[in-house]
């Protein structure tokens, strides 16, 4: 594999309902100069989508009593609570803080809850890139998740299109000559952890490109291909 290069997307404007994230894209990437080509990865931040796909409800960010409601009715289960926070599992199948639901760069009184199918929502702006910037593009969307026995946080994906969201190696040799027998890589949570470097936690750049992924990895994908199934999972 060669050199990955990694471009945050500057200039995309405030984003409200019903507006087009993969228009606002290919146009603030063509005008820094940097149009979008194929093969190349586009992360996108949650937040923008939840926006444009008016995923936003009325919250007193005060009022803890609806916080915990709120977050009650996005889960399936609950796993842990300590104080205000809750640990949860949603109906993608995500297990994370407070069912995913984001009180900043938000409008006070509001809160954002994670797009309702993430994969349909990153397929939607792969499709409206291609017919803007005529390049066959994959997306991923990032959400910042914490770890199970690490401290820091870090930005994963929720949803993919396009992109190989786990690669296989199992079957092959690594280095010297051993076959691997359980080496699964979680490329679409690699993409979006690199891509946040550039695009920071508050420098209010929604996107960045990832180009240089191996030409193999473009493939159809889907966020469930990083989900642990419950009878797989040791921690559930």
Known sequence: MGALTIIPISGIPEVRPGDSLGELIATAAAAQDTPLADRDCIVVTQKVVSKVEDRLVALDHENLD?????????????????????????EHGFVCANAGI??????????????????????????????????DVAVVISDTFGRAWRHGLADVAIGVSGLAAVVDLRG????????????????????????????GKAAAIPAAIVRGLEPEWFRDGSVRELIRSPQDDLFR
């Open 172 to 199: 092959q040799a690594d280095a010297r000559g051993r076959e691997l027998h359980v080496t699964e890589v979680a490329l679409a949570d690699e993409v979006a952890s690199a891509a946040e470097l550039v695009m």
């Open 66 to 90: 609806a916080r915990r409601e709120l977050v009650e009715r996005e889960s399936v289960r609950i796993l842990r609570r300590r104080g205000d926070l809750i640990i949860s599992e949603t």
């Open 102 to 135: 984001d009180l900043s760069n938000v409008e006070d009184g509001f809160a954002a809850l994670l797009p309702v199918d993430s994969d349909r929502s990153a397929h939607r702006i792969r499709n409206t890139i291609r017919v803007e910037a005529g390049a």
